[in-house]
């Protein structure tokens, strides 16, 4: 029996995809928290917490995009196509995001109220993007001879806009919690509090998906409320609730600090872990699968042998720079 090279890629693109979600969404999830408080002080250590590895975050955005243009050219064609406005908005607000997390620091008092708006839409307008594409590779694309038949605007639909909101929540959710591990009072209580309310947004957006997916797509539906796989699957919700109200506690409890992120990370593996059973294994829902989007058992070889390189050596510095930087930021100290 020969190695499923197609099989692999997908494992390394959802890989790529999660860290992504896991690394660059904490710090998205800042961008958005900004508007909770008005302090500067409190506002250069959300900022400082991230500092020193929020643009490698970013690696693994180009990962996972390289991987999918590479490994599933038909796939990648298909959804940029189809998805060419909010992927330009996304890129847009990463830009803006970025930008104004670099002039932040280096403008006048006068100048630097602009950088903060420019930071807050930035980071929203990424995040609601990103949101959208998930809802839009949800709902899936017509596909005819191996090109995008659809529309520049089918991904705009009550559901996506909702995936779009429900993106924002959980985000804001990974950045409360990580100025909880990262910050001290002040701030952190204020973090904890807003964690709560966030996670009881998140809890509503994760039930209203889950209904909202198997009601729209007779195959999520069958996939997840079918036996056996009802059994098989059964555990994902259960540990939804059993991480939500662990998650509750430790947040109530001063003396937690890091495993209120631990368990939200948990929270997010799991809802990702649910989108991706719901469209398995079709890389471009409903109709493409993973193997008939592949590029030729060659090129992904090819392409294996560099990523099998490239991804232990993004782990170790990605490892070294949050042990390096690991601990409490305090006022008046970090990047400027």
Not at 102 to 112: D, G, I, N, V, Y
Not at 118 to 141: C, R
Not at 178 to 192: D, F, G, H, T, Y
Request: with cysteine; hydrophobic share 55%.
């Amino acid at each position: 029996m020969g190695i499923d090279l197609s099989v692999i890629w997908f494992v390394i693109i959802v890989f790529a995809t999660l860290m992504y979600i896991v690394m660059d969404g904490f710090d998205l999830g800042i961008g958005v928290l900004f508007p909770l408080t008005q302090d500067p002080a409190d506002r250069d250590v959300m900022v400082n917490s991230v500092a020193p590895v929020w643009d490698g975050n970013e690696t693994w955005l180009v990962l996972g995009g390289a991987g999918l243009f590479g490994a599933f050219p038909l796939a990648y064609a298909v959804i940029v196509d189809a998805l060419t406005i909010p992927l330009t908005l996304m890129l847009i607000g990463l830009i803006f995001r970025g930008v104004a997390f670099e002039f932040r620091f280096k403008a006048t008092p006068s100048h630097r109220p602009f950088w903060d708006k420019a930071f807050i839409g930035g980071s929203l307008l990424a995040t609601f993007s990103q949101g959208v594409v998930v809802g839009a590779v949800l709902n899936g694309f017509p596909v005819t001879d191996r090109t995008y038949s659809g529309g520049p605007f089918d991904w705009l639909t009550p559901f996506t806009l909702f995936c779009g909101v429900g993106l924002v929540v959980a985000y804001a959710l990974l950045g409360a919690t990580w100025l909880v591990m990262k910050s001290e009072n002040p701030l952190q209580a204020k973090m904890r509090i807003a964690a709560k309310k966030l996670l009881l947004a998140l809890l509503a957006v994760i039930v209203i998906i889950s209904l909202w997916t198997p009601l729209a797509h007779n195959a999520i539906a069958a996939r997840w409320f079918s036996l056996p796989n009802l059994c098989f699957l059964a555990p994902v919700p259960l540990l939804v609730v059993a991480l939500s109200v662990w998650l509750w506690r430790v947040l109530a409890n001063p003396a937690h600090h890091t495993s209120p992120f631990l368990l939200t990370l948990g929270l997010i593996f799991l809802g990702f872990s649910g989108l991706d059973i719901s469209i398995w294994p079709h890389l471009i829902p409903p109709d493409i699968t993973l193997w008939q989007a592949a590029a030729p058992p060659q090129s992904q070889g090819f392409m294996l042998i560099g990523a099998l390189l490239i991804i232990p050596i993004t782990l170790v510095y990605t490892f070294w720079s949050y042990y390096v930087f690991r601990g409490k930021v305090q006022h008046g100290e970090g990047y400027h």
